[in-house]
Nanobody, 120 residues
């Protein structure tokens, strides 16, 4: 199973970016999907998660500015980021909890990360 994230880049403060992450390979079922980020010198932390039913959870620092969504038909999760701030600069990692086959355990899988830089 592979998680491929894209959409990062350089943006000015106040700007917007949209990240996407597609899961591919041997996938029977995906429960939660989400985004985490790691800034230089800091630990990786939660940005937002979404269940298969569409329930969402956000870090306080991004609530009201970021929106997470998913397309269950193509196993893709999105993160719309608006009103970006310099403190949002980080490597963003997508995450998915995946069962590879019927009756299998759920695995916590990670993508390689995409860099978001917010700077003027």
């Amino acid at each position: 199973v592979q998680l491929q994230a894209c959409g990062g880049g350089l943006v000015q403060p106040g700007g917007s970016l949209r990240l996407s992450c597609a899961a591919s390979g041997s996938i029977f079922s995906i429960t939660d999907m989400g985004w985490y980020r790691q800034a230089p010198g800091k630990q990786r932390g939660l940005v937002a998660t979404i269940t298969s039913g569409g329930s969402t959870n956000y870090a306080d620092s991004v609530r009201g500015r970021f929106t997470i969504s998913r397309n269950n038909a193509n196993n893709t999760v999105y993160l719309q980021m608006n009103n970006l701030k310099p403190e949002d600069t980080a490597v963003y990692y997508c995450n998915a909890v995946i069962a590879y086959y019927r009756g299998g355990f759920f695995n916590n899988d990670w993508g390689e990360g995409t860099l978001v830089t917010v700077s003027s």
